[in-house]
């Protein structure tokens, strides 16, 4: 590490130019950056490429809300786009995009973003610094003192928080069953939550439905066989369900499981006798009887057959 080069970006962090409001900067590029070095701190960004994606936002979206004010806005993709002006945050264009990037100055929301940026990289030197973990203290701290002095402890703690939840994220994601011994509840939860949803790509395995407005996402993730009992946060042991399905699956109203030839490896749904199909809010579950799971393109990521056994041991008898 060269402390030159650390001071100099020290200084670059201190300057940003944030479009101030009633005399104070805006947080967005400083909570920006702070959710790449989480990421870059997690292991999650080992390469030089930072994709715009619910991974990210979701990291910004916690920073937000400790430091936003009166009229800070939540527009994650401004700061992803604006940072090029900083000089040390590039944007590389969607193939065949280039023309239509340079071209713009402003971003009117993540779906123009995300049809004109294929991702951002930052400058070698400042990626490099943010990948030692000293050189990347210095500038975290950097960041939090000249941006967010008044909630400094709460943005230390939430960003080294996140740093845990993604690294855990990592290892479920390589579909181990725990992300290891000494981790905490609460991140333990959030990491079994954003791998479950992401590897189902956010849908619903049941009705299909898939909502994503930036941080904000309508599935929730479900153990198959409960945690308490499992001990088992590996996404073979999980699926994503929207709110309705997440309930009428706790409650035993409809079950993954095999198909009627003992198919485990393209299983249907189930739906319990209880229900009744002169009534029509129970005929609208009904419909998805024998209805093949929405699964992640990811086949190790698919129920394992004691998971889907254990639901339909529990699914209701009418
Ligand atoms: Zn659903």
């Known amino acids: 590490m060269n402390p030159a080069v650390l001071e100099a970006y020290g200084k670059r962090f201190r300057s940003l130019r944030c479009d101030p409001d009633q005399?104070?900067?805006?947080?967005?590029?400083?909570?920006?950056?702070?959710?790449?070095?989480?990421?870059?701190?997690?292991?999650r960004l080992a390469s030089n490429r930072i994709v715009y994606d619910t991974d990210l936002t979701q990291i910004f979206a916690r920073f937000f809300e400790l430091v936003r004010s009166g009229s800070d806005k939540f527009t994650p993709f401004n700061p992803f786009f604006h940072l090029k002006s900083e000089g040390f945050w590039h944007l590389h264009a969607v193939p065949g995009k280039?023309?239509?990037?340079?071209?713009?100055?402003?971003?009117r929301g993540r779906g123009q973003l995300e049809s004109v940026v294929a991702y951002a990289s930052l400058e070698e030197p400042l990626f490099i610094l943010l990948a030692d973990p000293t050189s990347r203290e210095v500038l975290r701290k950097t960041l939090i003192e000249t941006y967010f002095p008044h909630r400094a402890a709460e943005v230390l703690s939430a960003s080294l928080e996140e740093s845990a939840i993604s690294s855990a994220q990592q290892i479920l994601e390589k579909g181990n069953t725990s992300a290891g011994p000494a981790v905490a509840e609460a991140i333990r939860d959030a990491a079994f939550g954003r791998t479950i949803r992401k590897v189902y790509d956010y849908t619903c395995a049941l009705c299909g439905i898939r909502f994503v407005c930036d941080d904000v996402v309508l599935v929730d993730a479900a153990h198959l066989i409960p945690f308490a009992e499992s001990r088992n946060d590996s996404p073979s042991n999980g699926i994503a369900l929207c709110k309705n399905h997440h309930w009428l699956m706790d409650k035993s109203l409809v079950a993954p499981g095999p198909a009627p030839n003992g198919d485990y490896a393209h299983p249907i749904w189930h739906i319990s006798d209880a229900l009744d199909s002169r009534l029509e809010a129970h005929r609208a579950c009904m419909e998805y009887k024998r209805r093949p799971l929405l699964l992640p393109r990811d086949h190790q990521f698919h129920p394992m057959q004691t998971a889907l056994d254990w639901r339909m041991d529990h699914l209701r008898v009418g």
């Not at 005399?23 to 292991?43: D, F």
């Not at 280039?98 to 971003?107: D, G, K, R």
């Open 23 to 43: 005399g104070r900067p805006r947080p967005h590029k400083a909570v920006m950056l702070l959710s790449v070095i989480s990421l870059i701190e997690s292991g």
């Open 98 to 107: 280039e023309a239509v990037l340079s071209a713009i100055s402003t971003i």
